[in-house]
């Protein structure tokens, strides 16, 4: 197993190891010391996986174990869902010292995350991501959130978790699509950080590195949210071609995943960046061939003034404009200030 410790408003650590799902009860025993009662979220996909197993782990360990279910997919990440969790939890007569359990991908996180924000005024909860992306991104780093008609993540808080355990084993069952969705955020790792995490995507993930490919991602989020865990500084490095990638997400009615998007995102980026030559043609292949490793490079549809008009009402906008990440090399990524009509002519 390996252990990836998060030092933020609240220290946890993030576990990983094949087979630990069983174990799951014991590993969050001594983070939920007060703890009686947990409930555990998951979606109408991984309930018949992986809850009686959860279950059974939680009651073994010693708690008073509930279940709940929902729907799933994006369109279920609402005020509703979230209502319906914390009137459960109400309902079981859960206190301030009681517990939630995301059982699930980010969906699941975002909203079982800001349901544990929000009941009585915050109460613990536990992370255990059923998706790539939820392993290598949404599971840690405390943002949690719900979706409104009007857009994406409107509604939300900072709340970290009290542990995360993942499983590697449950990708067995995801989705080829699923794995690429994740596979987006794999890449932007790899651009940002470089070394190793571009090693693995280079060279292909598979059972041996995953979850050492798992961990290398996990730490450097980590490593970002300890800095700055409100994200008013270097943690908007983590935005990487999401400016535009959201754009194209949103213009295509969400049939883009969001992987794809961002992937698209990044290549738009480091295109341009190329173009300016403030990255090397040899970085700028890399890039394209992790891209292509992953099966995730294509060319937008969508015209670039459209994705930069698109851009102007990304809730992570400035009155004096984005912040924007622009490429430089892979491991060496910076965030500029540019207006709306300077990203326009920087993609151009
Ligand atoms: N909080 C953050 O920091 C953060 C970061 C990135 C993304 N997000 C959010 O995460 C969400 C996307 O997460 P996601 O891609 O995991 O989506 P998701 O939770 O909808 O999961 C994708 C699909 O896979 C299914 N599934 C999950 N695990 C499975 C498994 N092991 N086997 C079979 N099927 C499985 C789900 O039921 C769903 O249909 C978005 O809402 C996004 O806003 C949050
Ligand atoms: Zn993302």
């Known amino acids: ?34 703890t009686k009662k ?117 509604v939300g808080a900072f709340h970290q978790p009290s542990a995360v355990v993942f499983d590697p084993e449950v990708l067995s069952t995801l989705p080829e699509k699923e794995l690429r969705n994740g596979l987006g955020e794999g890449i932007k790792y790899a651009v940002l950080k470089g070394g190793r995490i571009k090693e693995i995507i280079q060279s292909g993930l598979n059972p041996e590195n995953l979850e050492e490919f798992c961990a290398l991602c996990v730490k450097y989020k980590s490593e970002i949210v300890s800095r700055d865990e409100k994200e008013s500084g270097v943690r908007q490095l983590l935005n990487l071609g999401h400016t535009l990638g959201h754009a194209e997400e949103k213009l295509s009615g969400y049939k883009i995943s969001h992987g794809e998007a961002i992937a698209c995102g990044i290549y738009i980026m480091a295109k341009a960046s190329k173009n300016k030559g403030t990255l090397s043609e040899r970085a700028f292949e890399e890039i394209v061939g992790m891209l292509e490793k992953t099966n995730l490079l294509r060319e937008s549809e969508i015209g670039k003034e459209e994705l930069v008009a698109a851009a102007a009402t990304d809730k992570k906008n400035h009155a004096d404009g984005l912040n924007v990440v622009t490429v430089r090399d892979t491991g060496d990524c910076r965030i500029e200030k540019m207006s709306l009509k300077e990203l326009g002519e920087y993609i151009k």
């Open 38 to 154: 947990i409930l555990v979220v998951s979606d109408s996909n991984v309930t018949p996986l992986y809850t009686a197993k959860v279950k059974k782990s939680f009651t073994e360990a010693g708690f008073e174990t509930y279940t709940l279910t929902f729907e799933a997919g994006e369109e279920n990440k609402t005020l509703e869902t979230f209502g319906n969790i914390a009137e459960s939890a109400a309902r079981l007569g859960f206190c301030r010292d009681d517990a939630f359990a995301a059982l699930g991908g980010g969906v699941t996180g975002d909203i079982t995350g800001f349901a544990a924000a929000c009941y009585m005024r915050g109460i613990k909860y536990v992370q255990i991501p059923t998706t790539l992306l939820a392993a290598i991104d949404s599971s840690v780093g405390g943002k949690t959130g719900v979706d409104l008609p009007e857009g994406k993540n409107l």
């Open 1 to 34: 197993m390996i252990t990836v410790s998060v030092s933020a408003s609240e220290n946890y650590n993030v576990l990983i190891g094949r087979g630990i799902l069983a174990d799951v009860g014991k590993l969050c025993a001594d983070k939920l010391k007060n």
